[in-house]
Nanobody
Framework: QVQLVESGGGLVHAGGSLKLSCAAS????????MGWYRQGPGKQRELVAASFSGGTTNYAASVKGRFTISRDNAKNTVYLQMNSLKPEDTAVYYC?????????????WGQGIQVTVSS
């Protein structure tokens, strides 16, 4: 019943901005870590940004200062504001909600959304 739906991807020129949204449904995730991963051409999936339930955040070094993760717990939604985009940011971006305990509940993933940055 849990579903994560991403939106906001697309094509942008280098230096531009995009804002990704991920709307979760099925249950409340206000106490869970939510985040964004990406997988670029020829690369492994990597963590981009994470938002912990207590309000702290974590970013990959490659996006610090350019990307901002935020969440609206009332809407069960997490966002990723991406500024000063570079061609190397081109990837499929995946929304993620972390399980509190994998013995009892899985991690949840969106289907992925394409972000393409042209030079």
């Amino acid at each position: 019943q849990v579903q994560l739906v991403e939106s906001g991807g697309g094509l942008v020129h280098a230096g531009g901005s995009l804002k990704l949204s991920c709307a979760a449904s099925g249950r409340d995730f206000s106490m869970n870590t939510m985040g964004w991963y990406r997988q670029g051409p020829g690369k492994q999936r990597e963590l981009v940004a994470a938002s912990f339930s207590g309000g702290t955040t974590n970013y990959a070094a490659s996006v610090k200062g350019r990307f901002t993760i935020s969440r609206d717990n009332a809407k069960n939604t997490v966002y990723l504001q991406m500024n000063s985009l570079k061609p190397e940011d081109t990837a499929v971006y995946y929304c993620n909600v972390e399980s509190e305990d994998l013995r009892y509940e899985p991690d949840y993933w969106g289907q992925g959304i394409q972000v393409t940055v042209s030079s």
